[in-house]
């Protein structure tokens, strides 16, 4: 009788351990998890950050977006180079005003232009009157409700570039710009 009692004593402490061996085993595949879901998210995170901070899509060497790396031409650094970057902030910022159902809303946009050289941006402030109004105008088109979404925002720093680029290339000749940044986009 003492000897089924050890085997049963024996049995329950294997069973226990067998069951401790589970829960420690179980407990290091929810860690494992949580830890594979944080990573994710903060992957996430990162890049809708780099994608909303670059306007975008992420960029890699040759203009190719990030699934276009087999496509993508070599970087020829000497045409990279070549040409230096010229920024213009125009200041101030612009406000517009949104009525939105009975209620005001209100957009206040901060940006800077991007050339390659010099004389376009010369070229912008002497034309800084013309492109002022051209930006308010078209700003008092949009749509609040469109320009709260990251595509809304897209587009609408798409169409700037475009009309002060149609600007430039009517008293200049030429585009003068290439891109638009946003540098503060405040929605109330």
Do not use: C
Request: glycine fraction near 8%; hydrophobic fraction near 45%.
């Amino acid at each position: 009788m003492a000897e089924r009692e050890d085997r049963a004593e024996d049995d329950r402490e294997a069973a226990e351990s067998a069951v401790a061996a589970a829960a420690k085993k179980k407990k290091l595949v929810m860690l494992a998890v949580v830890g594979l879901v944080i990573l994710l998210i903060a992957s996430g995170g990162t890049w809708m950050a780099l994608g909303a901070l670059g306007g975008g899509d992420v960029a890699t060497a040759g203009g190719a977006t990030a699934g276009d790396e087999a496509s993508a031409p070599p970087l020829d650094e000497s045409v990279a180079t070549e040409k230096e970057s010229f920024y213009e902030p125009l200041d101030p910022p612009f406000l517009a005003n949104f009525m939105v159902g009975g209620r005001q809303h209100y957009l206040q946009l901060a940006m800077t232009v991007m050339a390659r050289d010099e004389t376009s941006i010369k070229a912008l402030k002497t034309h800084m009157p013309l492109v002022r109004n051209r930006i308010v105008m078209l700003l008092s088109g949009e749509s609040f409700e469109d320009l709260q979404t990251d595509a809304g925002r897209r587009q609408l720093q798409q169409k700037l570039s475009a009309a002060i680029q149609e600007i430039l290339n009517k008293e200049i000749g030429r585009p003068g710009i290439e891109q638009v940044f946003f540098t503060n986009f405040v929605m109330q």
